[in-house]
């Protein structure tokens, strides 16, 4: 990420990114986390505070959590609808 270990230590401490350990407590950043800690960087270079930082990241999460959440009540509409036999259909009158 081109961080300075202290830095990414403050981020771990307050929440905004939590990597995995490694047996001697050595932390494992995942590609996501590296994403995050760029996301980060470019807020804090923008003047948003830390705090700032973290409630933005937060709703972000919310809202990422609410899309699938959305998505998956619509697959279940549409499986709904096809068990009872109303999955959309068009109809032609003759003459």
Do not use: C, W
Request: charged fraction near 25%; proline fraction near 3%; charge should be positive.
């Amino acid at each position: 990420a081109g961080m300075h270990p202290q830095t990414l230590r403050q981020y771990d401490r307050i929440g905004l990114v939590q990597p995995s350990r490694a047996p001697g407590k050595a932390r494992r950043y995942s590609q996501r986390d590296v994403n995050r800690l760029q996301q980060i960087q470019q807020l804090s270079q923008e003047g948003v505070s830390l705090e700032g930082i973290r409630r933005i990241i937060e709703l972000e999460s919310l809202v990422e959590q609410q899309q699938e959440q959305i998505a998956a009540l619509q697959r279940q509409a549409e499986d709904a609808k096809e068990k009872l036999g109303m999955a959309e259909r068009v109809f032609a009158a003759g003459t």
